[in-house]
T-cell receptor, first 112, second 108 residues
Framework: DVKVTQSSRYLVKRTGEKVFLECVQD?????MFWYRQDPGLGLRLIYF???????EKGDIPEGYSVSREKKERFSLILESASTNQTSMYLC???????????FGSGTQLSVL | KNEVEQSPQNLTAQEGEFITINCSYS?????LHWLQQHPGGGIVSLFM???GKKKHGRLIATINIQEKHSSLHITASHPRDSAVYIC??????????FGSGTQLTVLP
C-alpha cells in the first residue's frame, strides 16, 4: 500500500527551539508539499518541491525552510519556533500531473 | 490567485439522506480535487475532475467548467461518511488552492 509517513504525530516544543518535521514517501513521486492547517483557514501551502534539491515558496513560507536531499524525503524546518506556528502540519506527495494527492497523517505541533 | 468557496460550511443529515456539497472557484483551472478528512487529521483523495462527472460507490462528483462550479453528492448517507470534505483546484502551476472545507455529520 502506498504511503506518506510523517515522523511524529504529536510534538511539543519551546519557543526558540529549532524544529524538524520529516516526511517520507514510497511512491517515487516528484512533487512533495508541506501544508499547515488551522481552524477556519483551511490548508495553506508553506513550501513545495518538484525534484531533488529543488524548492519553491508557497503562500506562507515566512519562518520556515525546507530540505530535499533525496527524492523520497522532504523536511520542514522551523529555525526558531514561535507560538504562532502551533498548528497541524501535513505533508503530501503527487506524481507530476497531480492527478492524485497522497497525504501523511499529519503532525500536531504545539509551541509553548 | 484562485479563490475557492465551499458551501455549506456545516451540514447535518439523517442517515439515508442524499447530500450535496458545493464548490465554486474564481479563475479557470486545469483540475479540481475532492478530498475527505476524518477526525484525527488523515486526508484521502476522493476524486480529480477536469470535466463531466465521476462516480465511486455512493459518491458522485460533477464539474461545470463554464460556471466554475463543482458538486460532491453522497447517496444513502451513513454515519461513517461524517468527515470534513475539502475542494481544491489547480491552475497552470502545480500547487493547489484549497477551500475551507465542509463539516458533514450524519446522524444514525
Amino acid at each position: 500500500d502506498v504511503k506518506v509517513t510523517q515522523s511524529s504525530r504529536y510534538l511539543v516544543k519551546r519557543t526558540g527551539e529549532k524544529v524538524f518535521l520529516e516526511c517520507v514517501q514510497d511512491m517515487d513521486h516528484e512533487n512533495m508539499f508541506w501544508y499547515r492547517q488551522d481552524p477556519g483557514l483551511g490548508l495553506r501551502l508553506i513550501y513545495f518541491s518538484y525534484d531533488v534539491k529543488m524548492k519553491e515558496k508557497g503562500d506562507i513560507p515566512e519562518g520556515y525552510s525546507v530540505s530535499r536531499e533525496k527524492k523520497e524525503r522532504f523536511s520542514l524546518i522551523l529555525e526558531s519556533a514561535s507560538t504562532n506556528q502551533t498548528s497541524m502540519y501535513l505533508c503530501a506527495s503527487s506524481p507530476p500531473t497531480n492527478e492524485k494527492l497522497f497525504f501523511g497523517s499529519g503532525t500536531q505541533l504545539s509551541v509553548l | 490567485k484562485n479563490e475557492v468557496e465551499q458551501s455549506p460550511q456545516n451540514l447535518t443529515a439523517q442517515e439515508g439522506e442524499f447530500i450535496t456539497i458545493n464548490c465554486s472557484y474564481s479563475v479557470g483551472i486545469s483540475a479540481l480535487h475532492w478530498l475527505q478528512q476524518h477526525p484525527g487529521g488523515g486526508i484521502v483523495s476522493l476524486f480529480m475532475l477536469s470535466s463531466g462527472k465521476k462516480k465511486h460507490g455512493r459518491l458522485i462528483a460533477t464539474i461545470n467548467i463554464q460556471e466554475k462550479h463543482s458538486s460532491l453528492h453522497i447517496t444513502a448517507s451513513h454515519p461513517r461518511d461524517s468527515a470534513v470534505y475539502i475542494c481544491a483546484v489547480s491552475g497552470s502551476a502545480r500547487q493547489l488552492t484549497f477551500g475551507s472545507g465542509t463539516q458533514l455529520t450524519v446522524l444514525p
